[in-house]
T-cell receptor
Framework: DAMVIQNPRYQVTQFGKPVTLSCSQTLNHNVMYWYQQKSSQAPKLLFHYYDKDFNNEADTPDNFQSRRPNTSFCFLDIRSPGLGDAAMYLC?????????????FGSGTQLSVL | AQTVTQSQPEMSVQEAETVTLSCTYDTSENNYYLFWYKQPPSRQMILVIRQEAYKQQNATENRFSVNFQKAAKSFSLKISDSQLGDTAMYFCASLLGSGGGADGLTFGKGTHLIIQP
């Protein structure tokens, strides 16, 4: 049974056309993360929510936004996708923010920008 | 800033052999966790094994074990009796504490492990 669910599995958008990726979790975890993974590269943390508190990484472009309307759902909004934003986007959750916490990952959304 | 370095972009071994993947990291923190994640072609990130820095004993999970050398900041993964299903990208990662708690994993660039039949 999937615990961290990302939809859709594949998303195609046009250059400059806003796109939203979704993540939901059945674990009731407090923390939700968004990672960007470009082809043959390591996942890179974009931001995370601790409950309702939003934490942005310093080098995350302003083009990337996130919303967490409730505990279960978190959205990644790309306001004006460029060709360089084509990547796998991974959502992950953890129960708390402590360093002993395990992260649970979704299967990712592969974003293509035409 | 924390860094995680994996110096082997790709490795290939025969089925049933033992293989060791290397990882070094850099941190000034005293306590932290280190992880190995497996990412098969499905792209699902799967936790293989984790190690707390304060524990001297190396973690073991069935065929997977680590060699944690804290002074050298080295954290290698050994896979014994390798199987075809072990073929995947393997990422080394660290999780450090900050004022408000951990802020997410920092990953190395990964090692593509291929198990040959």
């Amino acid at each position: 049974d999937a615990m961290v669910i990302q939809n859709p599995r594949y998303q195609v958008t046009q250059f400059g056309k806003p796109v939203t990726l979704s993540c939901s979790q059945t674990l009731n975890h407090n923390v939700m993360y968004w990672y960007q993974q470009k082809s043959s590269q390591a996942p890179k943390l974009l931001f995370h929510y601790y409950d309702k508190d939003f934490n942005n990484e310093a080098d995350t472009p302003d083009n990337f936004q996130s919303r967490r309307p409730n505990t279960s759902f978190c959205f990644l909004d790309i306001r004006s996708p460029g060709l360089g934003d084509a990547a796998m986007y991974l959502c992950a959750t953890s129960r708390e923010r402590g360093i002993s916490e395990k992260l649970f990952f979704g299967s990712g959304t592969q974003l293509s920008v035409l | 800033a924390q860094t995680v370095t994996q110096s082997q972009p790709e490795m290939s071994v025969q089925e049933a052999e033992t293989v060791t993947l290397s990882c070094t990291y850099d941190t000034s923190e005293n306590n932290y966790y280190l992880f190995w994640y497996k990412q098969p072609p499905s792209r699902q990130m799967i936790l293989v094994i984790r190690q707390e820095a304060y524990k001297q004993q190396n973690a073991t999970e069935n065929r997977f074990s680590v060699n944690f050398q804290k002074a050298a900041k080295s954290f290698s993964l050994k896979i014994s009796d390798s199987q075809l299903g072990d073929t995947a990208m393997y990422f080394c990662a660290s999780l450090l504490g900050s004022g408000g708690g951990a802020d997410g994993l920092t990953f190395g660039k990964g090692t593509h492990l291929i198990i040959q039949p």
